[in-house]
């Protein structure tokens, strides 16, 4: 293998250098387009899906009731829920007489097409969190109602029956 | 040959026994052409007539009397004629008045499906879904009572009664003695047990297959699951009191609820005792015949394999098993 002696224009490389480098020094001074996630955010449109929350209602109970759509309609079965009944004094938990003891999503599955927002009866669950958090182990995905349920309001306006 | 009568249904003619109502003669050439029936039940003597969604329009009377009948006729309590014409899903009118009739069902039924156990297999829920408005118009309180229980197996929740009687048949013909019937008449007219005294007639759990709504209910089974996230399975037994053919409804490997086979007219075929019903839920009871055909229109057969197990992924294979446990371990070590 034999290298041909470079000729005159290819000698003269320093034009070439000069012009790269400008193009380099001149995105110094330019907005910069990455962000630090997650302590910075991207604004997410107005028809963002992200992570589930389960609602409460203007009272602070739990809108969910069992029914069963959400799970019916997904896809990916992700949703798993066991139903419990309503006992006397707990009124003020649970709007309705059935409500989810358990109520189970499998981040890994779900595909995040809202089809549960949209088969809900009650206006129980919208996808309107953020993105889901990276994590470890896969059964750290399997969100419970801990993590889905939105946090209760203030006390003063909770009901008591 | 010369005893069967000529009827003609939606423009499809059938020879049937004379006699017959035009529901059953409907029925026996099946498809679109049969009217709903929510009170009406074939093994129930004197049921029908009740709840008019099997309204149809005789165009015909017959042969002798081609006068078409004056006003829409209930096809379960008619009896066809020789030459008659009846006009069912191609009548408009009939249409309008079966949309009419399920609005006046769901007057006072309070639509609380996400909560009911029957939904997914509720004769109303099909029904109203399929003629049925999106809306009410109804501006008044609905009528509601408290729930009561019927024996410790059985739940009446007579806010979703529509007052078909086929429960009060059903105490009536297939149990000895009649505890529950219908008080009070007309708007106030509601199902109830006599100072609500339980029903402990073995064949009484059937109240709960013959109701078209969610009105009686299996306590056993309130609120375990829905109905369609449950596989259906025929099963059978030697049963002293009942013929012992049942479906069995099965969650993973627990039988959640065990009830009469159904047909595709949403009739039970053969009754079934409370023993079947209520005691025997365990697997080693039943002799397994297969999987229950559901049409495929029914939410039940939703999310429904072929098979009737999972093939066992990691069970059989003891390499599976112990590259699983090392991953297991390795994982929640951190």
Not at chain 1, 103 to 116: H, K, T, V, W
Not at chain 2, 122 to 133: I, T
Not at chain 2, 307 to 317: A, G, N, Q
Request: aromatic share 8%; charged share 30%.
């Amino acid at each position: 293998m034999d290298q041909k002696p470079m000729n005159f224009w290819e000698r003269m490389y320093f034009p070439a250098i000069f012009q790269g480098m400008a193009i380099t020094f001149k995105h110094m001074f330019k907005k910069k387009e990455t962000i630090f996630y997650p302590e910075v955010e991207r604004e997410f449109s107005e028809n963002w899906r992200g992570l589930h929350s389960l609602k409460r209602d203007e009272l602070g109970r739990e809108r969910c009731t069992a029914c069963g759509l959400c799970a019916l309609s997904c896809p990916a079965e992700a949703i798993t829920m066991i139903a419990s009944e309503r006992q006397k004094g707990e009124e003020h938990l649970y709007r309705e007489e059935k409500y989810a003891a358990v109520y189970e999503i499998n981040m890994l599955r779900c595909i995040f097409c809202g089809l549960c927002e949209e088969a809900c009866p009650k206006e129980a669950i919208y996808l309107d969190g953020p993105i889901v958090p990276a994590d470890y182990l896969r059964k750290d995905f399997i969100y419970g109602k801990d993590k889905l349920l939105e946090d209760p309001i203030a006390s003063d306006l909770t009901l008591n029956i | 040959m010369s005893d069967k009568v000529k009827v003609t249904i939606d423009g499809i003619t059938i020879e049937v026994e004379p006699g017959i109502s035009i529901l059953n003669a409907a029925r026996q050439i099946g498809g679109d052409v049969v009217p709903p029936a929510m009170c009406y039940y074939s093994k129930l003597e004197g049921s029908g007539g009740k709840c008019r969604t099997c309204l149809v329009k005789v165009s015909k009377g017959s042969e002798k009397d081609p006068r078409p009948m004056p006003k829409l006729v209930a096809s379960c309590r008619t009896g066809v004629m020789d030459g008659m014409e009846v006009q069912n899903i191609t009548s408009t009118e009939v249409t309008e008045a079966r949309k009419g009739i399920v609005e006046m069902l769901l007057i006072n039924h309070p639509l609380d499906c996400p909560i009911c156990d029957q939904a997914g297999e509720c004769s109303l829920q099909d029904l109203s879904y399929e003629h049925g408005l999106s809306k009410t118009r109804y501006e008044f309180e609905r009528r509601t009572f408290d729930k009561i229980d019927i024996g410790d197996k059985i739940q009446l929740h007579m806010t979703r009664c529509i007052l078909c009687y086929r429960c009060v048949y059903v105490a009536d013909q297939i149990t000895n003695n009649r505890v529950h019937g219908i008080l009070g008449r007309g708007d106030a007219s509601e199902i109830s047990t006599y100072i609500e005294k339980a029903v402990d007639n073995n064949f009484s759990g059937n109240v709960i297959d013959v109701c078209p709504v969610g009105a009686l209910t299996d306590r056993t089974f309130r609120f375990k699951n829905r109905v369609w996230f449950t596989k259906p399975v025929d099963a059978h037994r030697d049963c002293p009191a009942c013929k012992g053919k049942v479906t069995l409804w099965y969650k993973g490997e627990e039988v959640l609820r065990v009830t009469g086979r159904k047909d595709q007219f949403g009739e039970v075929e053969d009754f079934i005792c409370n023993t079947c019903r209520f005691e025997t839920k365990k697997t080693s009871n039943w002799v397994i015949e297969g999987p229950r055909n559901i049409v495929n229109t029914s939410v039940i057969a939703s999310n429904h394999y072929e098979t009737l197990k999972p093939l066992p992924v990691i069970e059989t294979s003891q390499v599976l098993i112990d590259a699983n446990k090392v991953e297991f371990d390795r994982a929640t070590k951190i």
